[in-house]
């Protein structure tokens, strides 16, 4: 059982959902560089590309503008550690750095097949934020819920990489 300020709450039973371990925590930063420097110790060396997303929808429309990202990824054991820095467009990494925050943004979770996912946690409160199909096998969601700071992300994708 969960608590909330010390106080026992009910919580669904996560194994009743069926979820595959989380395998990515993913953190949003302003300086990629900066927290790659800083994190190394706990989760380098890191890797790094351009993880800019065109063409996404984003709150149930196609995004305005393209997110621009800049990602370096790292690892503790079996988890990925993901460090974003948001340099343009529309995404929900965006809103976090325009709200202010810094830090843990999304917990991921690798699925075969991400819309059902996003079905399937909707009566939990969840609501696909932002959504990419990429190719016929490679689909990623974010999801939020009402008072919840922590996004939920769920990929789709073959272990080789898209269309392998």
Request: contains cysteine.
């Amino acid at each position: 059982m969960a608590t909330q300020m010390g106080t026992p709450v009910a919580a669904p039973d996560i194994a009743l959902l069926g979820l595959p371990p989380c395998d990515q925590v993913g953190f949003v930063v302003r300086d990629l560089e900066r927290a790659m420097a800083m994190y190394a110790p706990l989760f380098g060396p890191f890797t790094t590309m351009d993880g800019s997303v065109k063409q996404a929808l984003y709150r149930g429309r196609l995004a305005l503008e393209d997110a621009g990202l800049h990602i370096a990824f790292g690892r503790s054991g079996d988890l990925e550690i993901e460090l974003i820095e948001w340099t343009g467009g529309e995404s929900p990494h965006r809103e976090f750095i325009e709200a202010g925050r810094e830090g843990m943004h999304h917990i991921r979770f690798r699925v075969e097949n991400t819309d059902h996912w996003v079905e399937k946690l909707r009566p939990l409160g969840y609501e696909a934020v932002w959504y990419k199909r990429w190719s016929a096998d490679t689909v990623f969601a974010y999801l939020e819920r009402a008072g919840d700071p922590t996004l939920i992300e769920f990929l789709q994708m073959p272990a080789g990489g898209p269309g392998a």
